[in-house]
């Protein structure tokens, strides 16, 4: 037989039950990841504002800001996170580090391009494009890293140390030159096509 301190309490605990889950229902997120339990990561709007990226569990997820519906982009592990996503200026393209790679989705379709690092376990934190969408660079292990869009093809800007990777790199407004903090200053370089 319950006693009247019992009653209290199992009556505390209903109240308290209901207005932790109502409060839940109220602050869920009105874009959704893919797991309920997941935090997505860096969150970043197209240059036109219509769209809204993500880092989510095994890929990129992009929302269409006036639907709320959304596309997922896969990273090359299931399990993986992208920390950083980045649009293109004209907003056809999406890049993102991934395992051993940058790689950079076409939006609205489901082809992508995987540009290589140097070592194959090195995920770049961060990816960037050039002003004119034609090139993207990260930091890698030792250098900034830019690659050619078109064809692949890359140029290495190394370090002061070889064992230092960039979190951030800066671009100029023209394109011509890369810029990123390394061990006692800023070190920048003058891009040339290649």
Do not use: Q
């Not at 596309?71 to 991934?98: H, L």
Request: hydrophobic share 40%.
């Amino acid at each position: 037989m319950l006693n009247f301190t019992t009653f209290k309490n199992y009556l505390f605990f209903i109240v308290a039950a209901t207005l932790l889950l109502s409060s839940c229902k109220m602050t869920r997120p009105t874009l959704p990841a893919k797991l309920i339990n997941e935090t997505p990561t860096s969150v970043v709007f197209s240059a036109d504002g219509n769209l809204i990226a993500a880092g989510v569990w095994g890929g990129v997820r992009v929302w269409e800001m006036s639907s709320d519906h959304y596309k997922d982009y896969p990273a090359k592990m299931k399990n993986e996170t992208p920390k950083n996503v980045s649009f293109s200026p004209d907003g056809s393209r999406i890049a993102a580090g991934i395992w051993g790679a940058v790689r950079v989705w076409e939006l609205n379709s489901k082809e992508y391009k995987d540009y290589p690092t140097k070592l194959r376990n090195d995920t770049p934190g961060k990816t960037y494009f050039f002003p004119d969408g034609k090139w993207v660079a990260a930091g890698i292990f030792g250098a900034v890293r830019v690659w050619n869009l078109e064809d692949g093809a890359f140029k290495d800007y190394p370090l002061k140390l070889r064992n230092e990777t960039p979190d951030a790199i800066a671009i100029s407004p023209d394109g011509k030159t890369i810029a990123t903090g390394t061990f006692g200053g800023v070190m920048k370089w003058h891009v040339e096509p290649f």
